[in-house]
Each structure stands twice: as C-alpha cells, then as structure tokens.
C-alpha cells in the first residue's frame, strides 16, 4: 500500500468524557468489535477509585494501567484505529489536555441521566478551542434518564455545540426498546442482553408502515414518528464538512455496557471521522502526507521500575513515515538521535516496529532527551505549538529535606517537570521554587516519585496563590511594564521556559493589578 493510502486509512482519536459515564466501557466494545480483544473485562479502567487518594499503591497501578493503556489500537474495515487514552481523575486533566494536542478527533460520553457535568464541560471547551471534530454518544440508556430533548438542549448550551441527531431513542430505561438509526435508516431492537455482540436490525424503509406498530408497539411507533418529526424540524442536516470543521456535532444514543448501539457509532465513525489532520507549527503549516518525517512529544511516561531510569516518550507523528535506525533532528538540541526500539501499540500490548505513518503513536525509549512538546524532524528546523501550560491549582513552597541530596533532588524535579507531572515556578525575589498542580494528588506523587527513583526527599509549605497569570507586555517594555516588576517582584516568578508569571493571591488582587497596568495582559495559559 503506498504511504498516502496507509495515512489516509488512519482515524487517531480520544474518548473524553466525566468519570463514571463509560468512558472504559465503551472503549473496551469498541476493541471488541475490531477483534483486538476477545472478552470484555480486559481493558482495565486507569481511573482512581473514589477515597484511595492517598494510596501510593493506587497511585503506581493508575500509572502502571496508563502506560498499558495509553494507545490502543486495531484495524476495523480497513481502517487503523488508534484510541489515545485519557485520563479521566480531574487531578490529572492537564495530562488529558495535553494528549488533545495529537488527537484528529474525539468522542465525547455523556451519562444519559446526569447530562454533562464539570470534567466533560472543561474538555469540550479544549476541543472547541482547537475546533477537534467532536461525535457525542449517549450512553446507559437502559437506565431512566434525561429526556432526549432536553438532553440535546443541554448539550447545546452547556457545551455550546450545535448538534445533529443521528440515532434517536425508542423509550428509555424500562421502557427502552431500541433506537431508530436516522443515519442509516434503521430500527435496533435492544434485547437487554449485553452478552450478545450484536444486536438484532430492522431495516424500516417507511417509518409510517404498520411494520413499525407491530416491531415497537402503538404507543412506541407513534412516539417515535412525533420524535423524529421534530429532530426534522429543530436539526439541520448533517454535513460532514461542518462537522469535520468543527461546527457541527452528530449525538448518538446507545449502551456501552450492553454493546448497543456501539456498532453504529464505529459504522459511522470510520465514515466521517477525519484522517490525520493537517498540524500548525511556528515555522509554517505541516500536511500529514509530506513525505518527510515530523512528530512531536505529547505524553513522557516514566519508568515502573525505579532501577531503569529510561522513560517512555509518546510522539505523534504528524507526516511522513518513522522508520526504525535512522537518525531524526531533535529540534530543541540541534542533534541527531536514532531509536533502535520504536514501540507501537496494538489494544493492550506494545511491540518494536520497523515504520509507523502519520497519524500513528511512537512511543520511544529516553533517558531525559525529552520534554512535552519537543519536535523531531529528518533535519528541518519546526517547533509544533499547541502544548500549552494552564495555570495550576494549588501551590506549595518545594523544600530540600535531606541537603546530602539536593542534586537528586533537583534532578528529579527537573525530569518529572519535564514529564508534565506539574509545573515549575522560581520566585525572582529569593530563588525559591514552587511547585504548581491542577490537584493535590500530585504533590503525594511527586514525593514518593522523588524518594524512590532519586532517593531525595522533600517537603512542602503552603503558598497562597490564586492563579498563574503568564505576563504578556503586549510589545515594547514601557515605563508602567518597568514599574509593575518593580512593585510585584515578590509575586513574580520564572516557569521552566523562563517566561514571566505573575503569582497572583486572590481574585481580586488581579483585577487591581489588571486596572493599574492597563498595557500589559495577563493569561492563564502560557500560550498567547
Ligand atoms: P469511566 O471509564 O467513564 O469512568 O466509566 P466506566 O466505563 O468505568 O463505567 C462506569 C460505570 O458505569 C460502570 O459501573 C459501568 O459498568 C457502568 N456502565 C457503563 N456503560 C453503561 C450502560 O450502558 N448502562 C449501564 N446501566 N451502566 C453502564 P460500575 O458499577 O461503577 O463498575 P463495574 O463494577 O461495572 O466495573
């Protein structure tokens, strides 16, 4: 097959959705319908179990599940599927922001009885942003939920998309007795059991047939005609290129766990779901199909075994082909690297290939060359935008607990930095460094991380600091600019790319800052 053809049949894409509304679920039916696993149960679920927080056992299995789990890919029709993994814990959302960033497309999963909530809300307005084609499923409609209506309206405005039904629900919970598929144009009975792999078709030709009563019953077919008139009225068509733009949002209803209406969802999937996408660098506009290589770092995953310091670097390749042996610009040194042990990732194994296409995962074995964000290319000079840093959470003073260690200590936080565990903030007033997450988990990770793959140990102490404004002089460096570093400095700090942060301590504090140096800008993401 030539390297156009193997590109153009890649669909790379995440499932996002609030914990519990079967985000795992519905991966694990999905591998099952492309045959890469054979029972359901062997997908294992990354998330952290509600009150374990502060299991450092949890802790190490979520990571030991996330490296298994972080691509799982297989061949469906034809099509090469690669589902990237994330995270569902909000502790960990910046991890999922980031995996975004090498994502063509995503489906979103939506719990049919609590609607969206707070994490779906935070990922969508991501994939918005980046204007990430995005496909809703609907899931556990076996149970009593919302009703589908006042579902998509809520989808609507919560998320601010603009949906498009393509299946719609006969009944729900009790009562569910299939959907009606506006896409294909046929009836799915649902059987309620989720043993069977596929369910039972109808093609209905005219919804206005008796066939319909006798299939569904009265009540069910005349609901289902009134429904469906007014999706006609309400929706406009479906239109791929809206969609693929961003600007249009297919729904489908199903059940994950009983494998309903999965098998629409990938039918429909691999049809309209884009190829790999064009991707913006610094430099210029980079196509999937030139033939040379480019990719970039998106996740660094460490090591299991403390004795291996080497870690696992996730790239997406954006164009070309990667090929095994042979020496690629690391753009950041200006060096040439080869990687004599590319991993792929086939559902839940990893093995070394020989070539990878754009669209694919690579992921390749560093020992701290990398950093999130870092390009290879076969000798052009390009930086890939779009890895961004969102101001954390909470924050804390790091301290030294063993001053025999600090080389391990700062080593440490260096690589666990670079893997995107947290971020990095040196105060300009003492030199002091501050470690900012977007949850408390991490703390906990990082010092068991630190005392047990670089034997240092370390403490923390609260800081009150409201956000991490990024500073942006808005141009040149003018008076009111000087006299702001002057009067902030004990609020000023550097992150790891040596940008300007400006630590602020309440909301309000910022605003007065925001009113008395009109020309500077302040961000919360260090991309602007
Ligand atoms: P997540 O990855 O998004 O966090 O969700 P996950 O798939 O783990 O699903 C969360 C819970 O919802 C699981 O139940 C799962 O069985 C259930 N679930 C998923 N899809 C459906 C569906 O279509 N209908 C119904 N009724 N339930 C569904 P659990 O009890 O938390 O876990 P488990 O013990 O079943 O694994």
């Not at 679920?45 to 599940?65: L, P, V, Y």
């Not at 969508?124 to 149970?143: A, G, Q, T």
């Not at 066939?211 to 077919?221: F, H, Q, T």
């Not at 009225?233 to 729904?251: C, M, N, T």
Request: glycine share 8%.
């Amino acid at each position: 097959m030539s390297f156009i053809k193997e590109i153009q049949r890649r669909r790379t894409f995440g499932i996002i959705s609030h914990p519990d509304a079967g985000k795992t679920t519905l991966t694990e039916k999905l591998l099952l319908f492309g045959g890469a696993i054979q029972e359901a149960g062997a997908v294992k679920s990354n998330k952290i179990k509600k009150g374990a927080t502060s299991d450092f056992m949890e802790i190490e299995r979520q990571r030991g599940i996330s490296v298994a789990t972080s691509v799982l890919a297989f061949e469906y029709e034809g099509t090469k599927i690669n589902i990237l993994d994330t995270p569902g814990h909000k502790d960990f959302a910046e991890d999922t922001f980031r995996t975004l960033t090498a994502v063509d497309s995503v489906i979103v999963v939506i719990d049919v009885a609590k609607g969206v909530e707070e994490q779906t809300e935070k990922l969508v307005e991501v994939c918005r942003m980046r204007n990430i084609p995005i496909i809703v499923f609907i899931n556990k409609l076996d149970r009593e939920g919302k009703d589908a209506f006042d579902l998509l309206d809520e989808v609507e405005q919560k998320l601010g998309l603009k949906v498009v039904p393509l299946s719609f629900p006969i009944g729900m919970g009790y009562d569910f007795k299939g959907i009606y598929n506006i896409w294909e144009k046929n009836i799915n009975l649902f059987s309620g059991d989720s043993r069977k792999n596929i369910e039972e078709t109808i093609e209905i030709s005219d919804l206005e047939s008796s066939e319909l009563n006798k299939i569904v019953g009265d009540k069910a077919a005349i609901a289902l005609r009134e429904n469906l008139e007014l999706v006609d009225g309400i929706y406009p068509e479906f239109d791929k290129q809206a969609y693929l733009d961003g600007h249009q949002q297919p729904v489908f209803f199903g059940s994950a766990l009983n494998n309903f209406g999965v098998r629409e969802l990938l039918d429909c999937f691999v049809q309209i779901a884009p190829q790999p996408r064009p991707k913006q660098s610094e430099e210029r506009l980079v196509n999937p199909d030139e033939d040379k290589f480019t990719g970039f770092v998106f996740k660094i995953h460490a090591n299991m075994d403390p004795n291996h310091r080497d870690r696992l670097a996730f790239v997406k390749i954006v164009s070309g082909v990667f090929k095994r042996n042979t020496p690629y610009l690391h753009v950041r040194h200006g060096k040439k690297l080869k990687f004599s042990s590319p991993n792929a990732f086939f559902a839940e194994k990893k093995e070394i290939v020989d070539i990878s296409y754009a669209g694919d995962i690579v992921g390749l074995h560093d020992t701290g060359n990398f950093k999130i964000g870092d390009t290879l290319t076969e000798g052009e000079v390009i930086n890939y935008k779009g890895v961004p840093s969102f101001s954390p959470e909470h924050f804390r003073y790091i301290n030294n607990a063993d001053p025999l260690k600090s080389k391990q200590l700062f080593k440490g936080i260096d690589q666990l930095m670079d893997e995107g565990v947290a971020q990095l903030f040196t105060l300009e007033l003492n030199g002091r460094k501050v470690i900012g997450t977007v949850g408390a988990l991490q703390y906990e990770v990082i010092q068991y991380r630190l005392e047990h793959e670089y034997g240092a140990k370390c403490t923390y102490e609260n800081l009150n600091v409201y956000k991490a404004c990024w500073v942006d002089p808005k141009g040149s460096k003018t008076d009111e600019y000087k006299e702001f570093i002057r009067v902030k400095q004990r609020y000023l700090a550097m992150d790891k790319q040596n940008q300007l942060v400006f630590l602020a301590d309440s909301a309000f504090s910022l605003q007065m800052t925001e009113q008395k140096y009109p020309s500077i800008k302040f961000h919360f993401t260090s991309e602007f």
